[in-house]
């Protein structure tokens, strides 16, 4: 009987292996042709399924004046996909006890007005809490930028609207930075990506300072375009520092796979914790929420449930199916790209799922 169990797990092994390899090397082929279709310079794709990666593969160039390629080390910018490394922060200090969901937001804060009473952690990570964008000095320091949102008034009440915005998501970054006393950057790095393996990425901290940008170095960078006239330019969008809870952050390839890998893995938090919160949605007024309880963006197509983000909206495209264990992550460097590349992909090992492989770009 044993003899028998390990010849059926050794068969079906086998199978998974070379279904593996087909669809890897199906994925090649259509990342390659699309990448053709539309002038895209760079990608770098993982799959990763139950604490494996099982591919991780990487086309293009990183940068078109040196014709430097794209490897597993590539640092690309992960956009508004920043985000999810600020729910797996939050996520963690919520199982370490450190805040929690519902607590108000005026308990880490001094002097809160009136009308963030019933403005809750749930609220900025939900994109439900009604606070309005900052048009000022994108150079301001985050304390600045909080004092001037506390004198604005809110688009709508707490938990009774939703509107994808930055400015809940810099709330919660300075929340977090006084709970751990340190700056959000740092904070990232000792709890989150350092933790995870994830060795490469980091926030450029991009300033003004008179008439110079200053930048700090982040090895093998990627340089983001777009067509322009039928012309590549180079482009790079600002993060002020104040919103890098909500993007900025630059990844590789090989960092995207360990963060997967480390949450499959109960590294910082166990399956059993996280799943109700990047899975689950609470009713946001009269209809359910957008985001998931963690923040992250829900799909559900023929009965299977996925969540992640883009970002970009292109250059930065993830998707966790937790009932599969898959995770697809798709980086590019093209700033025209619209996310759907890891969706796509999704369908060539989940055949439950409908192909959308029509790639498309915008004008920008």
């Not at 593969?57 to 640092?75: D, L, P, Q, S």
């Not at 199982?95 to 009308?115: C, F, H, M, R």
């Not at 809940?168 to 740092?186: A, V, W």
Request: hydrophobic content about 40%; proline content about 4%; glycine content about 8%.
């Amino acid at each position: 009987m044993l003899l028998i169990l390990i010849s059926t797990l050794n068969v079906l092994v086998c199978h998974a292996q070379k279904n593996d390899k087909k669809c890897n090397a199906d994925v090649d082929e259509f990342v390659k042709r699309k990448m053709k279709e539309l002038a895209i310079p760079g990608m770098a794709v993982a799959v990763v399924r139950n604490g494996q990666t099982i591919k991780v593969a990487t086309y293009g160039v990183a940068n078109i004046e040196w014709n430097t390629k794209v490897t597993r080390h590539t640092n690309f910018q992960l956009a508004s996909s920043t985000k999810l490394l600020t729910s797996t922060l939050l996520l963690k200090a919520v199982y370490e006890g450190k805040i929690k969901l519902d607590d108000a937001v005026s308990t880490y804060l001094n002097d809160s007005p009136a009308i963030w009473q019933k403005l809750r952690i749930k609220h900025l990570i939900s994109h439900s809490s009604g606070i309005r964008n900052f048009d000022g000095d994108p150079y301001a320091a985050t304390a600045a930028v909080v004092t001037a949102l506390k004198d604005s008034t809110l688009e709508y009440e707490p938990g009774q609207g939703q509107h994808y915005a930055q400015f809940d998501f810099m709330l919660l970054g300075y929340i977090l930075e006084k709970i751990y006393q340190k700056p959000f950057p740092q904070l990232v790095h000792d709890e989150v990506t350092a933790p995870l393996g994830m060795r490469d990425g980091a926030f450029d901290m991009e300033i003004k300072t008179g008439g110079f940008m200053r930048t700090e170095c982040i090895l093998e960078k990627a340089t983001t375009y777009y067509d322009l006239n039928g012309r590549m330019m180079a482009y790079k969008f600002i993060y002020p520092q104040y919103t890098y809870t909500a993007g900025g952050y630059f990844a590789s390839i090989d960092d995207m796979a360990s963060w997967a890998v480390g949450l499959d893995r109960d590294v910082l938090f166990p399956a059993g914790f996280a799943q109700p919160l990047i899975y689950g949605q609470d009713s946001i007024g009269a209809k359910k929420s957008e985001f998931s309880r963690a923040g992250w963006a829900l799909e559900t197509e023929n009965g299977i449930t996925y969540a992640g983000h883009s970002g970009g909206p292109g250059l930065g495209d993830v998707w966790r199916f937790p009932a599969r264990g898959y995770t697809f992550i798709v980086l590019a460097n093209d700033g025209e790209l619209l996310p759907g590349f890891a969706r796509a992909i999704a369908s060539f090992y989940l055949k439950e799922l409908p192909a959308k492989t029509g790639i498309r770009k915008f004008e920008r």
